[in-house]
């Protein structure tokens, strides 16, 4: 008897954070129909690269019109079982700085609330383990970019 092969699918998703003066970084977690927290995330249309998919997903799910790439994070994959068919699924997660705006849960994609969260808050909220290993990545990433002042616009001088 063969293993029927798992089916292949890729996706892509966005970790958001935004820097709030001298209490530290947050990290914008969004909440599924299923209760459980996590990061916007979603398939590849026909012929769009990892990053322009993340880009797309997080504005479209998060309501957030102005999301700065700082770069990728990581790749994860997982297996699961949906409606009969074994799939094996890689989703490329990326590192976008929110500068400002609201965000705004995309309800009719199942999207049932978005909250800002510290980094130690968003690790014990999240549903999920392997999304706690792309947001500990994440945090190191973000802890780099505000010690060395990447990301923000030049002072000029007056």
């Known amino acids: 008897?063969?293993?029927r092969k798992a089916d292949?699918?890729?996706?892509?998703?966005?970790?958001?954070?935004?820097?709030?003066?001298?209490?530290?970084?947050?990290?914008?977690?969004?909440?599924?129909?299923?209760?459980?927290?996590?990061?916007?995330?979603?398939?590849?249309?026909?012929?769009?690269?990892?990053?322009?998919?993340?880009?797309?997903?997080?504005?479209?799910e998060t309501g957030l019109g102005r999301l700065v790439l700082q770069g990728p994070i990581r790749v994860i994959d997982w297996h699961f079982r949906f409606r009969g068919r074994h799939i094996h699924k890689y989703c490329h997660f990326f590192l976008?700085?929110?500068?400002?705006?609201?965000?705004?849960?995309?309800?009719?994609?199942?999207?049932?609330?978005?909250?800002?969260?510290?980094?130690?808050?968003?690790?014990?909220?999240?549903?999920?383990?392997?999304?706690?290993g792309v947001l500990k990545r994440a945090g190191e990433m973000v802890r780099t970019l505000v010690a060395i002042g990447a990301g923000r616009p030049a002072r000029r001088e007056e």
């Open 96 to 132: 976008f700085e929110s500068p400002d705006g609201d965000p705004c849960p995309q309800l009719d994609e199942g999207i049932t609330a978005c909250q800002w969260r510290t980094l130690d808050e968003a690790l014990d909220v999240l549903s999920y383990d392997n999304a706690r």
């Open 8 to 60: 292949l699918e890729v996706s892509a998703g966005g970790i958001v954070f935004r820097r709030i003066g001298e209490s530290g970084p947050r990290y914008l977690l969004i909440k599924d129909s299923y209760d459980n927290w996590g990061f916007p995330k979603g398939h590849l249309e026909n012929g769009e690269s990892p990053a322009d998919a993340a880009l797309r997903e997080t504005a479209e």
């Open 1 to 3: 008897m063969s293993k």
